[in-house]
C-alpha cells in the first residue's frame, strides 16, 4: 500500500477506441507495474477503465505511454482523466473483473491472423501447442467471429464451451504471460478440436487430420474447411484438373480463384510483388490481394484465365499454417467461400454436410461454434495507396470516425450488401454480406444486422436506404417503421469517399458504375455530380444507350455492342455484312429480335452506365460476348488494355490514343459523346488494329473525356476537390490515368481506401446523407 505524499495523485483514466480483445489490460497492467502505480484497469461496456495512483511525473509518463505504445491491434480513439481523491488501498495494479453498467460503446476487435509467436509455438516439436491448430494469444486468433456480446470476456463467446485446463490457466492469469486474459486460450489438453469426415458426414478415424486433408488435396479432391469465419472449398492451386473440378461443381466456370500460400517466400514463386503489397499480405488483417501473376509459374491455368491478376492471401490461421506446411500436401491451395453461387458462406458443421455434400469429397471440422460469418477481405494497391474491394475479416467490424452525424441503420445497397449502424459519431460498417435478391443471403442479412446490434447494444431510430423501392433492403428499411431516409444511389457512393475523408463541403463526384436508379426515368451509372451532405445536382454524364432487354444485356454483352452499333447507325450498323465475325456468330434470330427491341424502343429502357459502355466495347472488339459473373467483361477489356500499355507512345507526357472526346451541352447538362466509338472501332478493326490497342484507346478515350467535363464542372462552379466512386474505379488503368490526370489539372482527388468504391461503401454513404445535422 502506498503512502500518501503531496506529490501522490490518483487519476480514473477512461480509453475508448479498439481496446479489447487486443491485449490492452496486460499491456496496462506491465506500463502501471514497472511505474510503480498502484490500481485496476478493468472492461466495460464503454472501453477500459484506469484507476492509478502515484506521483504526478509518473502518471503523467503513464498516460503518454498508453498512447504511445500500446499493441499494434489497439486502436485509441478517446482518452480521458479525472482527478479523484487519493486512493492508497491498493497494495499493487491489478487486473479487475470486467463491468458492464451502461450501453456498449467501445469497438469490437475483428478476427486478427497468427502472429509469429504462435506460428513458432506449433512446428515446435518440445511445445505443448506442437501442431495444435487453434493456437492463439493476446496479439492473435478470434475476436469478431466468436464474440456473442461484450464486453469481451470468455463467457460471452462461443470459447465458453471450452473450460480452460490448468496450464491454461496459469497463462490466462499471469500478468507476464502472453496469453494473460487471452479470451479463446486453448490447447491440445482443453480446446476445440478437429475431425475428419466423408462426404456423407461419416467421421473418419484419423490420426492426423491435418495429414488427412493434405494427402486429399494432393490427390486432387475438394476439401471443405471450417475456418475462422465460415468454410472454405479448398483444392491443389497447381493442379489444373483439381481446379476444374472444383468449377464443375460449384458451377463456377470462369469467375477468377483466389489462392492460399504459406507465406511471403511462396507468394513471390507466383506474382510480382510491391513492397506495399507485401506489406499488405503480411499484415495483421491477412487480406486477399490482387497481385500481377508471373509469366511463368506452376499454378494451374485455369484459376484466373484472360486476367493478369490473381488474388493471393497468405495463411492467416494455425490450421491453414499447419495445412500448408505439411509434406504431403499442394504448396498452394485455391480457397474459395465454402457455398453455393450466391448464398452465404457455410459456418456451421451439420449446415455444411448437407449444403456442401455435392461439392466436396472429404470435410476438415472442428467443434469451436462460428457466431458470425466473415468472408476474406480483398484489397489492392492501386494510385499508390491501398484500396479495400471487399470489407470483411480483419476490417470489419472497425468503426470509421464519421463527423457530426446522428445515429442511424443504413441498409446498403441490393449487390454487394453491407450495412452500415452509426453510433456515437463511429460508422460500424458490416462484413460483405453478399446479393440480397436471394433469400438466403438476405437472412444472413437480418441476422448480421440483429447480432450487430445487440454487440452495440443498438435499437435503431431511424433508417436510410436506396432510393430504388424494390430493393429488399429498402423493403426492410420501411417495415421498421421508424423515420426512414431514401438516398439515390450514386449521391451515397460520393457519400461514402467523403464519409471516410472527412468532406463537409461540396465536392465535384465522378461515379462511373453498373447501374443505379435514377431520377429522370433513366438508369443512372456514369455521372458527373456536385454534391454535399445534404443533396446533389447532376452536371454531366456518358451519353445514352438502349439496354435491350433490361438486367440481360449485362449478362450478353453482345447486346450492348448491337445497342452502341444502332445508336451510332441505325438498322444499317446491324446488317450482317457491316458486324464483326465474331458478333455474326450470334444467333440471327436473337439478332434480329434486339434489332426490333431497339428499333421500337421495346424493354430498352435508356442508362449513362459506364460498366455497360465497358460491355459494348468488350463485345465490339470480339473480347467477351457472354459473362458468367458480374463485370467480367469490364475485367478482360482492362486485361487487354493492360498488356498493350508497355507498348504505348506518349505525346508531351500523354498517351495517343487517336480517339478524341467530344462533349455536347443540353441546358446545364454536358454529355461525352459515346456513339462515335463504334465507328472507330470498327475502323480500327479493318485496319487490323488489335482488340488489345482498342482496349487501350477506349480507356484513355474515357479518361480524357471525363477530364474535360470535370473541367467545364469546376470553370463554372469554381469547386476543386474531386471524387472518384462507383465500381468501375475498381480498374486500375482507368483509375489511375483518371488520378494522374485530374492531379496533373491541380484537382484535390478523394477516393475509398478503407471503405470500398464499389456497392459495398453505400451503406456508409446512405448514414453520411441522411445523418447530416
Same mark, same amino acid.
Given at each position: 500500500?502506498?503512502?500518501?505524499?503531496?506529490?501522490?495523485?490518483?487519476?480514473?483514466?477512461?480509453?475508448?477506441?479498439?481496446?479489447?480483445?487486443?491485449?490492452? !489490460?496486460?499491456?496496462?497492467?506491465k506500463l502501471a507495474t514497472s511505474l510503480k502505480l498502484t490500481g485496476t484497469v478493468s472492461n466495460s461496456g464503454d472501453g477500459v477503465h484506469i484507476m492509478a495512483t502515484g506521483g504526478a511525473s509518473s502518471l503523467t509518463d503513464f498516460i503518454q505511454r498508453v498512447q504511445l505504445e500500446a499493441p499494434p491491434m489497439a486502436d485509441i480513439t478517446s482518452i480521458s482523466t479525472e482527478e479523484r481523491p487519493t486512493d492508497c488501498s491498493h497494495k499493487q495494479f491489478t487486473i479487475v473483473a470486467s463491468q458492464h453498467k451502461d450501453k456498449a460503446t467501445v469497438p469490437i476487435t475483428p478476427d486478427i491472423a497468427t502472429c509469429r509467436e504462435c506460428l513458432?509455438?506449433?512446428?515446435?516439436?518440445?511445445?505443448? !501447442? =506442437?501442431? =495444435?491448430?487453434?493456437?492463439?494469444?493476446?496479439n492473435c486468433g478470434p475476436r469478431f467471429t466468436i464474440v456473442e456480446k461484450v464486453p469481451y470476456d470468455r463467457p460471452h463467446t462461443s470459447m465458453r464451451h471450452f473450460p480452460m485446463c490448468a496450464q491454461c490457466e496459469q497463462e490466462y492469469n499471469d500478468p507476464l504471460d502472453r496469453r494473460f486474459h487471452a479470451q479463446p486460450n486453448a490447447c491440445p489438453t482443453c480446446g476445440p478440436q478437429l475431425s475428419w469426415h466423408d462426404q456423407n458426414g461419416l467421421e473418419l478415424a484419423a490420426e492426423n487430420c491435418i495429414g488427412s486433408a493434405a494427402q486429399a488435396l494432393t490427390e486432387g479432391m475438394v476439401v471443405a474447411i471450417k475456418g475462422l469465419g465460415g468454410f472454405h472449398l479448398a483444392a491443389d492451386a497447381t493442379?489444373?484438373?483439381?481446379?476444374?473440378? /472444383?468449377?464443375?461443381? *460449384?458451377?463456377?466456370?470462369?469467375?477468377? /480463384?483466389?489462392i492460399m500460400v504459406r507465406d511471403l517466400e511462396k507468394a513471390e514463386l507466383f506474382?510480382?510483388? #510491391?513492397?506495399? @503489397?507485401?506489406?499488405?499480405?503480411?499484415?495483421?488483417?491477412?487480406?486477399?490481394?490482387?497481385? *500481377?501473376?508471373?509469366?511463368?509459374?506452376?499454378?494451374?491455368?485455369?484459376?484466373?484465365?484472360?486476367?493478369?491478376?490473381?488474388?493471393?492471401?497468405?495463411?492467416?490461421?494455425?490450421?491453414?499454417?499447419?495445412?500448408?506446411?505439411?509434406? #504431403?500436401?499442394?504448396?498452394?491451395?485455391?480457397?474459395?467461400?465454402?457455398?453455393?453461387?450466391?448464398?452465404?458462406?457455410c459456418t456451421q458443421s451439420e449446415d455444411a454436410l448437407q449444403r456442401l455434400q455435392n461439392f466436396a469429397d472429404y470435410f476438415l471440422l472442428h467443434n469451436r461454434d462460428i457466431v458470425t460469418r466473415v468472408d476474406d477481405s480483398i484489397a489492392r494497391v492501386t494510385g499508390g495507396k491501398v484500396r479495400l474491394?471487399?470489407?470483411?475479416? +480483419?476490417?470489419?467490424?472497425?468503426?470509421?470516425?464519421?463527423?457530426?452525424?446522428?445515429?442511424?441503420?443504413?441498409? +446498403?445497397?441490393?449487390m454487394k450488401n453491407t450495412f452500415c449502424i452509426v453510433r456515437n459519431k463511429g460508422a460500424y460498417l458490416s462484413q460483405h454480406i453478399g446479393e440480397l435478391s436471394h433469400l438466403a443471403c438476405f437472412d444472413f442479412y437480418t441476422e448480421s444486422i440483429n447480432h450487430l446490434q445487440t454487440i452495440l447494444e443498438f435499437t435503431p431510430q431511424a433508417t436510410a436506404c436506396d432510393l430504388h423501392p424494390d430493393y429488399p433492403s429498402t423493403r426492410y428499411a420501411n417495415r421498421l417503421q421508424v423515420s426512414c431516409t431514401p438516398v439515390q444511389h450514386h449521391h451515397a457512393h460520393t457519400g461514402a469517399v467523403m464519409a471516410e475523408h472527412g468532406l463537409e463541403q461540396p465536392v465535384v463526384s465522378v461515379v462511373l458504375d453498373g447501374t443505379g436508379f435514377g431520377d429522370d426515368s433513366t438508369i443512372f451509372g456514369g455521372e458527373i455530380y456536385i454534391a454535399d451532405r445534404k443533396g446533389y445536382q447532376r452536371k454531366g454524364r456518358l451519353s445514352h444507350l438502349p439496354l435491350p432487354g433490361g438486367d440481360k444485356a449485362a449478362q450478353e454483352p453482345w447486346r450492348m455492342a448491337l445497342a452502341l452499333l444502332f445508336q451510332n447507325s441505325g438498322q444499317?450498323?446491324?446488317?450482317?455484312?457491316? /458486324?464483326?465475325?465474331?458478333?455474326?456468330?450470334?444467333? @440471327?434470330?436473337?439478332?434480329?429480335?434486339?434489332?426490333?427491341?431497339? @428499333?421500337?424502343?421495346?424493354? #430498352?429502357?435508356?442508362?449513362? #452506365?459506364? +460498366?455497360?459502355?465497358?460491355?459494348?466495347?468488350?463485345?465490339?472488339? +470480339?473480347?467477351?460476348?457472354?459473362?458468367?459473373?458480374?463485370g467480367q467483361a469490364a475485367m478482360l477489356l482492362e486485361q487487354q488494355a493492360q498488356s498493350y500499355?508497355? @507498348?504505348?507512345?506518349?505525346?508531351?507526357?500523354?498517351?495517343?490514343?487517336? =480517339?478524341?472526346?467530344? /462533349?455536347? *451541352?443540353? *441546358?446545364?447538362?454536358?454529355?461525352?459523346?459515346?456513339?462515335?466509338?463504334?465507328?472507330?472501332?470498327?475502323?480500327?478493326?479493318?485496319?487490323?488494329?488489335?482488340?488489345?490497342?482498342?482496349?487501350?484507346?477506349?480507356?484513355?478515350?474515357?479518361?480524357?473525356?471525363i477530364g474535360m467535363l470535370v473541367e467545364k464542372v469546376r470553370k463554372k462552379y469554381k469547386i476543386n476537390t474531386i471524387v472518384l466512386c462507383g465500381g468501375s474505379m475498381q480498374n486500375k488503368l482507368l483509375f489511375e490515368g483518371l488520378d494522374t490526370t485530374l492531379c496533373g489539372k491541380n484537382f484535390v482527388v478523394y477516393s475509398g481506401e478503407k471503405i470500398p468504391v464499389n456497392d459495398g461503401g453505400i451503406a456508409l454513404g446512405q448514414a453520411y446523407i441522411a445523418g447530416a445535422p
Open positions: 500500500m502506498q503512502t500518501a505524499d503531496k506529490s501522490t495523485q490518483t487519476l480514473a483514466i477512461h480509453i475508448n477506441g479498439i481496446v479489447q480483445g487486443v491485449g490492452f !489490460r496486460p499491456f496496462v497492467y513458432q509455438e506449433i512446428i515446435d516439436p518440445d511445445d505443448r !501447442r =506442437y501442431g =495444435y491448430p487453434f493456437t492463439n494469444c493476446t493442379s489444373t484438373e483439381a481446379v476444374a473440378l /472444383l468449377r464443375h461443381r *460449384k458451377k463456377r466456370p470462369e469467375k477468377p /480463384l483466389a506474382c510480382t510483388i #510491391s513492397e506495399l @503489397e507485401s506489406d499488405l499480405l503480411t499484415s495483421p488483417q491477412h487480406p486477399i490481394v490482387l497481385l *500481377k501473376k508471373k509469366g511463368h509459374h506452376h499454378l494451374a491455368d485455369n484459376l484466373a484465365e484472360g486476367l493478369g491478376v490473381l488474388g493471393v492471401m497468405l495463411s492467416y490461421t494455425p490450421l491453414h499454417a499447419l495445412l500448408l506446411d505439411h509434406p #504431403s500436401g499442394p504448396d498452394a491451395l485455391v480457397m474459395t467461400s465454402g457455398n453455393a453461387t450466391d448464398e452465404p458462406i474491394l471487399r470489407r470483411g475479416r +480483419g476490417y470489419s467490424p472497425v468503426p470509421i470516425p464519421i463527423a457530426q452525424t446522428s445515429d442511424i441503420l443504413a441498409c +446498403g445497397a441490393e444499317q450498323g446491324l446488317a450482317q455484312q457491316s /458486324l464483326p465475325h465474331w458478333l455474326q456468330t450470334v444467333d @440471327e434470330y436473337k439478332r434480329t429480335t434486339i434489332g426490333q427491341m431497339l @428499333e421500337k424502343s421495346i424493354n #430498352s429502357p435508356l442508362t449513362s #452506365s459506364c +460498366g455497360r459502355l465497358f460491355d459494348a466495347v468488350a463485345a465490339l472488339t +470480339g473480347t467477351c460476348l457472354y459473362t458468367t459473373y458480374e500499355a508497355a @507498348e504505348q507512345t506518349m505525346q508531351n507526357g500523354v498517351p495517343n490514343t487517336r =480517339y478524341s472526346p467530344g /462533349l455536347t *451541352k443540353n *441546358k446545364d447538362l454536358w454529355v461525352l459523346d459515346a456513339l462515335p466509338l463504334a465507328q472507330w472501332i470498327l475502323e480500327d478493326l479493318n485496319h487490323e488494329i488489335s482488340p488489345q490497342e482498342i482496349a487501350y484507346r477506349f480507356h484513355w478515350w474515357l479518361i480524357h473525356g
